[in-house]
């Protein structure tokens, strides 16, 4: 199901057949080294975690991490949505992309787009997004995203930056 769309981006619920794009998102050294927890070792694995995570947030919230699609080429180049995280009693907004798509404003397009969209999903008047404090454009990007450094945190044992946004 297609959320929103912006000039370069369709933002839409992920499939099954997101699959591959899916692993070699959460599989990339590049990427990960800034996410809690390990990388996924297996597009079963990847496929699990589709299923079990980001499937159930749909239909338990009605909201998740959403795929990114790049119009000129119709591929999943990343991911943008809200989340629930239980632990903080907070719904998050996490992004991540592939590497080739870092600097072209990307991340900035379709976050913009997502919180424009997130009241119409979950019954939220606030999100954060937890960000490493190494993760230089993370931050910045949240930053540009009007999002306020609230404090220090920690997720599966990794500090994390909490930045805040009233919608």
């Not at 795929?67 to 903080?88: D, R």
């Amino acid at each position: 199901m297609q959320i929103c769309e912006t000039e370069r981006l369709v933002i839409r619920e992920f499939e099954l057949r997101d699959v591959s794009s899916l692993y070699a998102l959460n599989s990339c050294s590049d990427i990960m080294r800034f996410i809690p927890g390990e990388p996924s070792a297996s597009e079963t694995e990847t496929e699990k975690i589709l299923r079990e995570v980001i499937l159930t947030d749909y239909r338990q919230h009605g909201f998740g991490r959403w795929a990114v699609e790049f119009k000129p080429t119709g591929e999943v180049i990343g991911f943008c949505g809200p989340k629930y995280l239980p632990a903080f009693d907070k719904v998050e907004l996490g992004y991540r992309y592939f590497k080739p798509y870092w600097g072209q404003g990307i991340g900035f397009e379709a976050a913009s787009a997502v919180l424009a969209i997130t009241p119409k999903y979950c019954d939220c008047q606030d999100v954060i997004a937890l960000i490493d404090p190494n993760n230089i454009g993370s931050a910045k990007l949240a930053q540009k995203l009007q999002m306020h450094f609230m404090g220090m945190s920690e997720l599966l044992g990794q500090p994390m930056q909490i930045y805040h946004k009233w919608l």
